[in-house]
């Protein structure tokens, strides 16, 4: 049993390490404190051993800290930063001094995901989530010689010299841990340097100090200022692409076709001598689409942001030299490959009832969005109040934001469009860069042979990747390409990311108007009361019915695309070749 000096000391040592420092009387009376009375016997004591239930660790940190802008990144494909630079220098060093109360946290932690936690059996009855390891059971942890404790003091030193952001390493310089009778054990590093870091510093990932949040919101199509409501849609149009004739069909927000973008085919110098040429975009509005009159053609698109998205990829022609090698294409077909790559990564959870669209392809949305950061020092209350937001943005970094992650397989991303001052200096940008420079080819369309992907060269595309800086307090607005079937995701490394599901409100309705309508021709047609009318097989799509319209150049007829006549048997009149357009319409009611 202990003496009564042991007694004596263990009284000391709660007072002096719980009290911190004392005055002369203070101290002199904690040393007048004697034990009194008669110690029990021996009878059902023990020998006197040390034991430790902590309640309370003393902790000195130095803190390193690296600026988010100055050394870290957000890998592709990663969605936690990196430290980019390992040999950038920290930009300051802190010590931090904290007590914290001492719990069991980790070793509670520990039992549950190995041991005791269940899941609802086939039975209803609960069962082990995963099997324990062998040997463990809930009492190895009990038996655990374990602390822990949060170092939540570093967060308040940095905020309350106005810095809001950590990042870096950190060094335990010493730990000191009190137990229920007062008695303390210390543990202090070797190392009087940080320079080169032992190898029990942490590192720490870039993080705020304060509350912030990435916001991602979809914007009105009509006006970018104005959040997107059911009422309000952030829709301004889609695309139908058609692999075979490399071309896109544009549609209006509401689903009704405008027109079509085709291209020149692409050229590759390697497989012989090219001559001079220059592949070109055009954009034709349909025939029975308006066009005001002195206006250029893509005035018949009545959306301001996909008018500038079709006027930019008009204007992304190429100039071939005479014998130049290599692969060349304009950027349209660049960003059709584009578009072919990227849809490889995606497994859709969404359905629509867009049946119509499997004559070409999936239909591709381009839509408003907007991307902000923000970050506040308010409380929690006021925080549920609504935060007010920090207005010096020069304590804060700037976030590196991707839109769309291809490792996330419900993800639609398929690019943004990067609008300028001239529609030659747009740009669209894929959700990786490896969607360039490892873009598939269109075998339909081009003798690839055993090479299966090219390197996309054209600026329209080469080199961009849907990443934006984006500082606090400065929104940012965005024009995104997504496969309707798909979310779109946005991730900085620094804050949780966030994900948008495309509302079935915005899509549904606007999919069950999308009336393919695609060019066809050559093909032979014959006369019947004064129109053509083609002889090819009508797709069939229950509740829809096959027109063509004839290319006349004039009034742009439309009829009834008829069953194919049977093997053997002649038209009515002399047939001839023709060209015009195939249409999907509703199929009257009777």
């Avoid at 051993?49 to 800290?65: I, N, S």
């Avoid at 500038?308 to 490959?337: C, D, I, K, N, Y």
């Avoid at 397989?409 to 609008?419: A, H």
């Amino acid at each position: 049993m202990p003496t009564a000096a042991q007694l004596t000391a263990a009284a000391r040592s709660i007072w002096l390490n719980r009290g911190g420092l004392l005055d002369d009387e203070q101290a002199e009376a904690i040393a007048a404190i004697e034990p009194i009375g008669t110690p029990s016997s021996a009878v059902g004591l023990q020998a006197w051993r040390d034991w430790y239930g902590p309640l309370f660790l003393d902790t000195e940190a130095t803190h390193r800290r690296k600026r988010f802008n100055d050394a870290w990144a957000l890998p592709p494909e990663h969605v936690e930063t990196v430290d980019r630079d390992p040999v950038v220098a920290p930009d300051r060093e802190q010590v931090v001094t904290e007590r914290h109360v001492a719990t069991v946290t980790v070793a509670n932690v520990l039992r549950e995901t190995l041991v005791t936690e269940t899941v609802n059996g086939p039975d209803g009855n609960p069962m082990p989530k995963k099997p324990a390891p062998n040997g463990v059971d809930a009492g190895t942890f009990d038996a655990l010689d374990v602390v822990s404790a949060s170092l939540t003091g570093l967060d308040d030193a940095l905020a309350a010299e106005g810095q809001r952001e950590q990042g870096g390493f950190l060094h335990m310089n010493r730990i000191r841990v009190y137990d229920t009778f007062g008695a303390s054990a210390g543990w202090s590093s070797a190392s009087t340097t940080l320079d080169p870091l032992p190898e029990w510093a942490t590192a720490m990932p870039a993080r705020l100090t304060t509350w912030g949040r990435l916001n991602l919101r979809l914007q009105s199509a009509a006006d970018p200022d104005v959040e997107a409501t059911p009422f309000d849609s952030p829709i301004c149009g889609f695309l139908l692409p058609d692999f075979v004739d490399q071309a896109l069909e544009v549609y209006d927000a509401d689903g009704q076709p405008v027109g079509q973008l085709t291209a020149t085919d692409p050229i590759d110098g390697d497989l012989g001598p090219v001559d001079a040429t220059t592949l070109t975009v055009d954009f034709t509005p349909l025939p029975w689409v308006t066009v005001p009159d002195g206006e250029p053609t893509t005035a018949a698109i009545t959306n301001a942001t996909l008018r500038r998205f079709v006027e930019a990829v008009v204007a992304q022609s190429l100039t071939v030299a005479a014998g130049a090698p290599g692969w060349h294409e304009t950027g349209f077909t660049a960003m059709l490959r584009v578009f072919d790559t990227v849809r490889s990564t995606l497994e859709p959870t969404v359905k629509h009832a867009d049946g119509c669209v499997r004559l070409l392809g999936e239909p591709v949305v381009v839509l408003r969005a907007r991307a902000a950061f923000e970050a506040s020092d308010a409380t929690v209350t006021q925080l549920r109040e609504g935060p007010p937001t920090i207005t010096d943005a020069s304590s804060l970094p700037v976030l590196r934001v991707r839109i769309g992650d291809v490792t996330r397989p419900e993800d639609g991303v398929l690019g943004c469009f990067l609008d300028a001052a001239t529609p030659a200096d747009a740009r669209f940008a894929p959700p990786t860069l490896e969607a360039a420079e490892k873009a598939v080819l269109n075998e339909m369309v081009t003798s690839a042979g055993l090479q299966k992907t090219r390197a996309i060269t054209h600026p329209f595309v080469a080199g961009q990747v849907s990443e934006f800086d984006v500082p606090a307090n400065q929104p940012l607005d965005l024009v995104v390409l997504a496969d309707t079937r798909g979310s779109i995701y946005a991730t900085c490394g620094v804050l949780p990311r966030k994900n948008i599901v495309m509302p079935k409100d915005f899509i549904e309705p606007a999919l069950a108007r999308l009336r393919p309508t695609f060019r066809v021709g050559p093909i032979l047609g014959f006369e019947r009361d004064e129109k053509v009318v083609p002889v090819m097989p009508a797709p069939f799509i229950e509740g829809w019915r096959a027109t063509f319209v004839h290319d006349d150049d004039a009034t742009f007829p439309e009829v009834p695309i008829p069953p194919v006549l049977g093997v053997g048997e002649l038209p009515p009149a002399r047939a001839r070749l023709t060209e015009g357009w195939a249409r999907m319409v509703p199929q009257e009611p009777g």
